[in-house]
């Protein structure tokens, strides 16, 4: 018999199940895990959409994740558990004070240095929260910090603003954490990039790694290495996060006690790994001589300098052909330039570089502030005579590791991976994929195609829409004013107009069968939304609404407002007894008809392109609150009410969906903030482009629900052909 699920979900892991791949994104995984450290990070960072980086992610996992020591007994309390890593962080903290007296040069390193895993932390949690694993009692303890560290959905309180804000108060200013040059900005070694991408790779695979991630979890955050060196007060307590470390070993057996532990030893390692780094490279930066940093500057802008010089020749070679020379020997260079004409006192007491790089001077502007004041003590030196020998000193803090860990991962091979097509599968196989995307990547082309295909077939209610009994999906010329009277005006003429109380309630049976109809959809309530917004993807006006009303679908992580949790109570008290969606026995339940997956399966298909499909993301979330207004909701629970069902879930979204200031209002608010940016950066032309596919967005739910105008169109249609 199947296992029937019933809130709380205290699952501590999921089912282990082996990660299916097809043969290309095998092929393109292996040419990503050869590229160095800081490809391998910004791939993981901007590309949640395809199988090749899911691969990599398994693989990066697998080559961090060893079974590591983590120093405490197997069956290690919480406190205990506490304890020890308290231990650390007092070690840390010891090397960290002492990082605190550093000349600017040394301090600006070490805070750009620690600037990529500072501003990422957290990131674990972006989609630990997901349809396999709602509403899991961990998940829902780990969503209340994950909506604490994204500032309550503010994110000027978030943790990663907070930050950002600290390092520029410090001198350090970087670009967005998802720009191309944001690494270079960081100066990032690629030990650095190695730890970011394992912390990237896990919030790619966070379902089937939950023993692991509580454990990184806790000891990231309880360490508190960023809010030890940015001096800031941490912002989960360490006995909130002992609480849910607690709560996950109540839940854990043997097994996953020994994978938090490893998740345990793995933070542990990394964080003690970086913080010698910072201490390494601190050093390397007090004792770099002189004549290095100089070098350093040079070389940084040799390769844009060559053919600017025309005329000037140093030791009797024209610049030109020195900095465009690949075999460029700065300390031969230096030798000569400090001998040159160009670095010789001249009678105002400067030098004739030192006037070039001044404001007037041909070379204004081309050094910043620091790079100019390395240059000016290096002139000020060479005038007062000092002829050092020069050493140009390469820096390689951390290499040795990184070399090591970036084999790890090249050699990773992880025997749960296995290379296998699709082929030909039905609905519930499809749902059982999708609700388990991360262990059938290889289904995520289906799933692409299949989103794309229902967008297109959606448009054509453009026409006819205006027909729908609880939509109007007929397109309209874009403006703010016009899609809020659109909205409007299907609130108030098509769901609230229409409604009178019933009559005549139908017959239990047939009330039972109705919700069940609906029950599908709601067991994957806002998986839409879940994957939007994440770490990189946050900077829109709109996001952090999204994240927002994500957040309140699923009670904040209350697990008594949280709606899957909901569903079931309502289910239940129709005698309606299923197994989770995660679950194989799932496919084979008979309470749900089996002609309504087509509705779910939209919405996991389209969550799982964030990215290729933010527009509709974004059409489809005003259709889909609003749809929860009015009369189909009222008669629902006046339904529910005469035959003493549980109504919780429509009531819920009766009120949290309205249209005044609910998720109706703020997901039309939301398409109006994102227009507004299209607008301000690529003109008119680019609204109406953007503006289509949002619209076919709200095409795609209408196409669900109007049955009858869609009936008619097939019935035109064949008309026409007779």
């Known amino acids: 018999m199947a296992t029937l699920f019933e809130p709380p979900d205290t699952i501590a892991a999921l089912p282990v199940r082996p990660f299916e791949f097809s043969a290309s994104a095998r092929d393109a995984a292996e040419e990503i895990v050869a590229q160095p450290p800081e490809a391998l990070f910004r791939r993981l960072l901007n590309d949640q959409e395809s199988e090749a980086v899911w691969l990599t992610s398994r693989r990066v996992l697998d080559a961090f994740l060893t079974p590591a020591r983590s120093g405490l007994p197997a069956a290690a309390s919480a406190d205990e558990i506490a304890a020890h890593v308290a231990g650390v962080r007092a070690e840390i903290a010891t090397v960290i004070e002492s990082l605190s007296g550093l000349d600017p040069d040394a301090r600006d390193a070490v805070l750009r240095q620690r600037a990529p895993l500072g501003l990422l932390s957290g990131c674990w949690l972006d989609t630990a929260s997901q349809p396999a694993t709602q509403p899991s009692v961990i998940v829902n303890r780990l969503f209340v910090h994950h909506f604490a560290l994204r500032g309550e959905a503010n994110p000027r309180r978030s943790v990663h603003y907070r930050r950002r804000h600290r390092l520029e108060q410090q001198g350090v200013f970087l670009p967005d954490i998802a720009a191309a040059d944001f690494l270079g900005a960081a100066a990032a070694r690629p030990l650095t990039a190695l730890h970011g991408s394992f912390y990237l790779a896990l919030s790619r695979l966070p379902a089937n790694f939950l023993p692991e991630l509580v454990g990184v979890h806790y000891v990231t955050l309880a360490l508190g290495v960023d809010d030890l060196l940015l001096g800031l007060a941490p912002m989960l307590a360490e006995a909130d996060l002992r609480g849910v ?171 749960d991976v296995v290379i296998a097509s699709v082929g030909e599968i039905d609905d519930r196989q499809i749902f059982h994929r999708l609700v388990n995307i991360e262990n059938f990547a290889n289904t995520l082309p289906l799933a692409g195609q299949r989103a794309e295909r229902l967008f297109e077939a959606a448009e054509v209610l453009f026409d006819c829409g205006a027909d729908g009994r609880y939509t109007d999906a007929s397109y309209f010329d874009y403006s703010a004013e016009a899609l809020y009277e659109r909205a409007e005006r299907v609130y108030w003429d098509k769901l609230v107009a229409p409604y009178k109380p019933l009559e005549e309630i139908p017959d239990r049976d047939e009330v039972v069968f109705a919700q069940t109809t609906y029950a599908l959809g709601a067991l994957v309530d806002a998986t839409w939304i879940h994957r939007t917004a994440n770490l990189g993807r946050c900077d829109r006006r709109g996001d952090a609404a999204l994240f927002s009303i994500y957040a309140d679908e699923m009670g904040y992580g209350d697990l008594r407002k949280n709606h899957i949790t909901l569903i079931h109570r309502a289910l239940r008290s129709m005698d309606v007894l299923l197994p989770h969606i995660r679950d194989e026995a799932f496919m084979e339940q008979g309470e749900l008809p089996d002609a309504l997956y087509g509705f779910s399966l939209h919405q996991l298909s389209m969550a799982l392109f964030p990215d290729t499909y933010y527009n509709e993301i974004l059409g489809y979330n005003l259709a889909i609150e609003m749809f929860g207004l009015g009369e189909l909701r009222l008669h629902e629970i006046q339904k529910l009410n005469h035959h003493g069902f549980d109504d919780c879930y429509e009531q819920a979204h009766l009120t949290i969906d309205n249209i005044s200031a609910g998720h109706s209002r703020q997901a039309a608010d939301i398409i109006v903030a994102y227009l507004d940016e299209v607008r301000r950066v690529l003109g008119d032309a680019a609204v109406e482009r953007e503006w289509r596919r949002v619209w076919r967005g709200y095409a795609s739910l209408a196409y669900f629900v109007e049955h009858a105008v869609l009936k008619r169109i097939a019935d035109d249609e064949l008309s026409m052909l007779i």
């Open 245 to 415: 470390l607690a709560a996950y070993l109540e839940l854990a057996g043997p097994v996953e006690r020994a994978r938090l532990h490893t998740g345990i030893g793995c933070a542990l390692d990394l964080e003690r790994e970086h913080v010698a780094m910072l201490a390494e490279l601190a050093a390397w930066q007090r004792d770099q001589p002189l004549e290095s940093k100089v070098a350093a500057v040079i070389a940084r802008h040799a390769p844009f300098a060559g053919r600017h010089h025309k005329g000037v020749r140093i030791g009797g070679r024209p610049l030109a052909e020195t900095f465009t020379d690949a075999e460029l020997d700065l300390a031969e260079f230096l030798s000569e330039f400090r001998e040159s004409a160009q670095v010789r006192r001249t009678p105002d007491g400067l030098s004739a570089f030192t006037r070039a790089i001044k404001f007037g001077g041909p070379m204004f502007g081309i050094f910043n502030e620091r790079e100019a004041a390395v240059f000016a003590e290096w002139v000020a030196s060479v005038q007062a005579g000092d002829r050092p020998a020069i050493e140009v000193v390469t820096n390689s803090v951390g290499d040795a590791a990184a070399a090591a860990r970036s084999a790890s991962i090249r050699a990773s091979r992880p025997a």
